[in-house]
Structures are given as C-alpha cells and as structure tokens.
C-alpha cells in the first residue's frame, strides 16, 4: 500500500512538470499559465490548468480527469 502512495504522488508529480513543459512549448504565446495541480487519488488523475488568455487577459481554467 505504501508504495502505491509513493508511485501515485511520483506519477502526479511527473505529470505536472510534464503539463507544464507542454503548456509553455506549444501554447506559450496563447496563454500564460498560472498554475498545474495534479492530484492522484485511488485510479483517477485529475490536472486543473489555470491559466491567462493573452489576447484579452482573461483569467480561466480547464480541469481533466482520467482513470489511470
């Protein structure tokens, strides 16, 4: 069980700074991301994206979640 825990919090982990590399390559000159919060719980990954739309400084987010 412990090491579940441990590779959930891992792969979350990975998975943010990966969201985050992502964001800045392809959409860096569309949005200025503000934040990338992953969270793992049981089997379910969920990424919430808060981010600003350059063009018309409009404050938004995006969440996804998906069975891992």
Excluded: C
């Amino acid at each position: 069980l412990t090491s579940r825990v441990i590779n959930s919090h891992s792969f979350a982990t990975a998975t943010e700074f990966m969201v985050q590399s992502a964001l800045q390559q392809y959409l860096g000159d569309v949005i200025k991301p503000i934040s990338v919060n992953v969270t793992s719980v049981d089997s379910t990954l969920t990424i919430r994206v808060d981010y600003v739309l350059l063009r018309t400084q409009q404050r938004e987010s995006a969440q996804f979640s998906r069975s891992i």
